[in-house]
């Protein structure tokens, strides 16, 4: 999570430097960009509402500001905007076919600058000492390339989130020193041992 932050953090500098830039908007011509935000895939770490959503953020001084889109996306809606955008034709029938974002865009400028949208610039995620062993076990994984072992590291970084959780709820309830707490970290760390143990690669990212 810590990484994850720092990812953050990147991408709000990144975002930020745009849109401080005239390529973000061009109040003379009227014209803008935009800017579209999604995960690469889930790396096996499926959301909690639904196996096959992926969060999408859309930056543009013409997007529908705090709008949440309800229509059904994929990925390949992401690409026909920007082909609908660029005046370019369909790449493949994947882009034909996909419903675009128009949804998310307004025709009028939206007046929101960068000093609307303050960036924190550095990481503040805190892990646990007990989210940390439990991460540590990563290094019994295959991580020689992208994509390799990546159900069980799915499965690992989110039992170091539940005790990462954990530990902030025991510790706001003074409840650090408890038998209950210890007895509920160890069942974490006891999981993720056996999703180590656990023979052969069996991914679920594909």
């Known amino acids: 999570m810590q990484q994850i932050a720092d990812g953050d953090v990147a991408l709000g ?7 401080k830039s005239p390529v973000y908007f061009n109040s003379g011509t009227g014209e803008g960009s935009a800017i579209f935000i999604t995960f690469d895939d889930a790396q096996s ?12 953020v859309v930056v543009s001084p013409f997007a529908k500001p705090g709008y949440l889109g309800l229509k059904h996306y994929s ?20 882009d034909l076919f996909a419903t675009d974002l128009r949804d998310l865009f307004q025709s009028t400028y939206n007046g929101i600058t960068a ?8 990481a503040r995620y805190m892990p646990s000492t007990e989210g940390k062993r439990i991460w540590s076990l990563a290094r019994h994984l295959d991580t020689s390339a ?19 959780d954990l ?30 143990k656990e023979e052969g690669r069996r991914d679920s990212d594909d």
Not at 13 to 19: E, L, P
Not at 147 to 158: F, K, M, Q, V, W
Not at 169 to 181: E, F, I
């Open 75 to 94: 990925t390949a809606s992401i690409v026909k905007t920007e082909e609908l955008l660029l005046g370019l034709p369909p790449n493949n029938l994947g």
């Open 13 to 19: 500098m990144v975002v930020n430097h745009i849109m």
């Open 45 to 56: 770490s499926l959301d909690h509402i639904h196996p096959h959503r992926t969060p999408l």
């Open 115 to 122: 000093n609307d949208v303050p960036v924190t610039k550095m």
């Open 167 to 196: 530990h902030r709820k025991a510790a706001r309830n003074r409840l650090l020193r408890t038998g209950s707490y210890r007895t509920q970290q160890a069942r974490l760390f006891q999981t993720a041992v056996k999703v180590v």
């Open 146 to 164: 992208p994509d390799r072992d990546s159900r069980r590291l799915g499965a690992l970084a989110r039992l170091s989130i539940s005790a990462d």
